[in-house]
């Protein structure tokens, strides 16, 4: 059975942070707007034409790159000098239902389709050495600290774009957006929960998660942060009226369906939302979420408030490991800061990504899915993904969810990415043996016994004294992955990470490792020195707007992707390795 090989693009998360807030738009001092201003100028190389260019297209629904949704680190080499590494593990691995793509053959072989043997991901293969020199530190310092989310009067400014939406927006020409419109604040509360400009609840909560391993982590390039938003449904009680206990249960009662487990709350009155969440046999003050689902052996959960009352109606719906139909996710994606000799989150954004699932799909659909997704692979191998959507109304995934995304513009502001910019990340979404329901971060969401429950963002406090989680195995999974891809990630080219965890002929530190094991700083986090360069080669990008050929920051042209693979050619990988 033929599987393309997919590696993870959204909703794969990396982190950053430290104990202080990320500067504002209002934080930022005049000189560094100055500074700001002129680093546009001084590695400005978008020429007027190309811009034209960018303007007209973006709108089309033509993906220059028809195989875009199979990334670069898809095209790595995981042989060197004999010795094998294995970075595909953390995408393609043995899954757990009801995602049903056990897709472990793809760490076996490149099996792409004809049209998709060809690397067409340039932008790794360039040495910007050159350009990068062009740019100050500190005016790149001063653009990452620039706001491009707020304007000056505390508006989001991309939402103000979108309301008087310009003409070479506009796909199908109504005068209005059709597709999501930003609306949190990052304004959030004790609980996690965003409030706007006047205090009301978004609906937004905001989260701490375990970074997915490998090219998204800090040291790698970005930071980024994740957001969650359940339907009103989960947020009132059963007559309607909001609730903010109500909805903390119902996120408390999700975490249980998606992992698995039982999850402590805070002591709740379980006679006023009419269900048992301990599974005690009475109606009295829980203190637990009992994780005990098995429809076939009548053993149910259930939600809580005007949800449960949808529940029961069949107008919502519930499983382990499935998110409700009218969950949405926001993910933001950006630079990386500096603060003397530490690194954070960055105030600009690289990207806002957006998703939300329409539709429900059960076990058997899903399975359905992955069975007709395997035989097309091997009837038609040649055939590549067709994906319904556009840019202004997002793309969606036979599995119920639709994605959206903005990203900056040659002026650094966002915009709407084009059909082939969100086309790229659909493969990895529903695509990949690791995702849960298409997403990752949540699963990997800080536990309730952390910090404030886990329910908060990076920039109140990072990720300094986070130990290592363990694995199914034992082993913990950062030091798991340093084993089999000892530079931090799939390139092998992050010399900063081999040289911090191993001597030169490779041989693991155990000082560092046992660092490791109660904080993943020491790993997560990029020096300064790397940190600016990083931020400098991405920023080479945004004014080339070359994202259809990469949005990986390069330093060096890398040497270890190959620039075509052979038709069902062996990786070289032997060890079958598992996410979980």
Same mark, same amino acid.
């Given at each position: 059975m033929r599987l393309l090989k997919f590696a993870l693009c959204l909703f794969v998360v990396c982190i950053a942070g430290c104990e202080k807030n990320t500067p504002s738009n209002s934080q930022v001092t005049t000189a560094e707007a100055s500074n700001s201003e002129s680093v546009k100028s001084e590695v400005s190389r978008s020429e007027a034409t190309s811009s034209k260019q960018s303007q007209q297209v973006l709108t089309s629904d033509v993906s220059i790159n028809e195989t875009a949704y199979i990334p670069p680190q898809c095209f790595t080499d995981p042989v060197a000098d004999g010795v094998e590494h294995n970075?595909?593990?953390?995408?393609?691995?043995?899954?757990?239902?009801?995602?049903?793509?056990?897709?472990?053959?793809?760490?076996?072989?490149?099996?792409?389709?004809?049209?998709g043997?060809?690397?067409?991901?340039?932008?790794?293969?360039?040495?910007?050495?050159?350009?990068?020199?062009?740019?100050?530190?500190?005016?790149?310092?001063?653009?990452?600290?620039?706001?491009?989310?707020?304007?000056?009067?505390?508006?989001?400014?991309?939402k103000k774009r979108l309301e008087s939406i310009p003409e070479n927006w506009d796909r199908n020409k109504n005068g209005i957006w059709d597709g999501y419109i930003p609306d949190v604040y990052f304004s959030f509360d004790e609980f996690g929960f965003d409030r706007d400009l006047k205090g009301a609840y978004t609906g937004w909560r905001v989260y701490a998660y375990y970074p997915f391993p490998g090219a998204f982590l800090p040291t790698n390039g970005a930071t980024d942060d994740v957001m969650v938003r359940l339907p009103e449904a989960f947020r009132t009680t059963e007559s309607g009226d909001f609730d903010l206990a109500i909805y903390r249960t119902n996120f408390a009662i999700l975490e249980s369906l998606m992992n698995e487990r039982d999850v402590t709350i805070e002591p709740i009155d379980e006679s006023r939302l009419n269900v048992d969440l301990d599974k005690d046999g009475k109606l009295g003050m829980a203190t637990m979420v009992k994780y005990e689902w098995d429809p076939r052996n009548d053993k149910n959960m259930s939600y809580v408030g005007m949800a449960r009352v949808l529940l029961e109606s069949g107008d919502i719906h519930l499983a382990a490991r499935l998110l409700p139909e009218g969950t949405e996710f926001l993910h933001t994606v950006?630079?990386?800061d500096v603060d003397g000799e530490q690194t954070l989150m960055a105030t600009r954004m690289k990207e806002l990504r957006y998703s939300?699932?329409?539709? #429900?799909?059960?076990?058997?659909?899903?399975r359905t899915i992955v069975t007709k997704e395997m035989k097309e692979r091997h009837d038609f191998p040649d055939r590549t993904k067709v994906v319904v959507g556009n840019m202004e109304d997002g793309m969606s995934t036979p599995h119920g969810w639709t994605y959206q995304?903005?990203?900056?513009?040659?002026?650094?502001?966002?915009?709407?990415?084009t059909y082939e910019e969100t086309y790229a990340c659909l493969g990895c979404h529903g695509y990949m043996g690791a995702s849960n329901d298409t997403t990752v971060s949540f699963t990997r969401k800080f536990k309730?016994?952390?910090?404030?429950?886990? #329910?908060?963002?990076?920039?109140?406090?990072g990720v300094k004294g986070v130990a290592d989680p363990i694995r199914e195995d034992?082993?913990?999974?950062?030091?798991?992955?340093?084993?089999?891809?000892?530079?931090?990630?799939?390139?092998?080219?992050?010399?900063?990470?081999?040289?911090?965890?191993?001597?030169k002929d490779g041989k693991p530190k155990a000082d560092m490792f046992e660092r490791l094991q109660s904080d993943i700083s020491v790993l997560l986090m990029p020096t300064p020195e790397r940190a600016i360069a990083l931020n400098k080669a991405y920023k080479v990008i945004v004014d080339e707007q070359s994202y259809h050929l990469g949005r990986d920051p390069v330093l060096n042209a890398r040497d270890k992707v190959l620039k075509e693979v052979e038709l069902d050619s062996d990786t070289g990988i032997t060890e079958v390795l598992s996410y979980y």
């Open positions: 970075p595909c593990y953390v995408c393609h691995t043995p899954s757990k239902a009801p995602n049903y793509l056990n897709d472990i053959d793809v760490q076996l072989s490149y099996a792409f389709p004809t049209s043997l060809k690397n067409k991901w340039d932008n790794i293969f360039k040495d910007r050495t050159q350009e990068i020199g062009l740019i100050s530190d500190e005016s790149i310092i001063s653009y990452v600290r620039a706001d491009n989310y707020f304007n000056q009067d505390g508006e989001i400014a991309i950006r630079y990386i939300r699932k329409n539709s #429900w799909r059960n076990y058997f659909q899903l995304g903005f990203i900056e513009d040659a002026a650094g502001d966002l915009r709407p990415q309730e016994t952390s910090y404030k429950e886990g #329910w908060y963002h990076w920039t109140e406090r034992g082993h913990g999974e950062y030091a798991f992955y340093l084993q089999h891809n000892p530079t931090g990630n799939e390139y092998r080219d992050n010399d900063e990470v081999f040289n911090k965890f191993f001597t």
